[in-house]
C-alpha cells in the first residue's frame, strides 16, 4: 500500500515542479518626480489711507498726491494671472461714476498720471491686473478713489481692494 500511495504521489510531485517552475525576471525603473503647484500673491505696502476728503473729490497714490505705488508678488512656483476687484462698502455702492451714496475706484498699471488717463475702474467682479506673471516676479499698480456726490454716511468707509492669483 506504501508503494502505491509513492507511485502515486511521484507524478504529481513532477506535475508541480513543472507548474511552478522559476522564471527570470528583468525589470526597469523610471525614474519619476512631482512638484506641487503653489499660487499665491502678497501685495505690498498693502495699506492705502485717503484721508478725509470732500464729495465728489478724487485721489489717488500717483506720486502727485499719495505716491503709494502698490506691488503684487507671485509668492507661487508658477506662472500666474493676477485679477483685480473692488467691493462695495458699508454706505456706498462701487459704480463706474459717482453720484449719490456711489464711489469710485480704479486702478491702473502703466502712465498713471494726473489727470488720470489710463485708468480702468473696479467692479465687483475679478477684472484682469497682469498676466503671465512669472515666480517671484511683480506687477505695480496705482489707485483711485472719487467720492460719493452726496452721502447720508460721514464715517470712515472700507474701500478695500482684493488681487486674486490664478494659473493661467
Do not use: R
Not at 500511495?5 to 507524478?11: D, E, K
Not at 522559476?22 to 525603473?29: G, I, L, P
Not at 503709494?68 to 506662472?79: K, M, R, S, V, W
Not at 459717482?98 to 502712465?111: L, N, P, W
Request: hydrophobic share 35%; proline share 4%.
Amino acid at each position: 500500500m506504501k508503494k502505491l500511495a509513492y507511485i502515486t504521489l511521484i507524478p504529481c510531485f513532477i506535475l508541480f515542479a513543472f507548474l511552478f517552475k522559476a522564471n527570470a525576471a528583468s525589470t526597469a525603473t523610471v525614474a519619476a518626480t512631482v512638484t506641487l503647484q503653489n499660487i499665491s500673491v502678497s501685495v505690498s505696502d498693502g495699506t492705502i489711507a485717503y484721508g478725509t476728503l470732500s464729495s465728489s473729490s478724487s485721489k489717488s497714490t500717483t506720486p502727485a498726491d499719495l505716491n503709494d505705488l502698490q506691488t503684487a508678488t507671485n509668492n507661487g512656483n508658477i506662472t500666474e494671472d493676477f485679477n483685480i476687484k473692488g467691493q462695495n462698502t458699508a454706505a456706498w455702492t462701487l459704480a463706474g461714476s459717482a453720484g449719490s451714496e456711489q464711489y469710485v475706484h480704479k486702478f491702473c498699471t502703466a502712465s498713471c498720471t494726473t489727470p488720470p488717463t489710463n485708468y480702468t475702474a473696479l467692479t465687483t467682479s475679478y477684472q484682469t491686473l497682469g498676466t503671465s506673471i512669472a515666480a517671484s516676479g511683480t506687477k505695480t499698480f496705482d489707485l483711485q478713489i472719487t467720492t460719493p456726490s452726496s452721502t447720508a454716511t460721514y464715517t470712515q468707509q472700507s474701500v478695500d481692494v482684493i488681487v486674486q492669483a490664478v494659473a493661467p
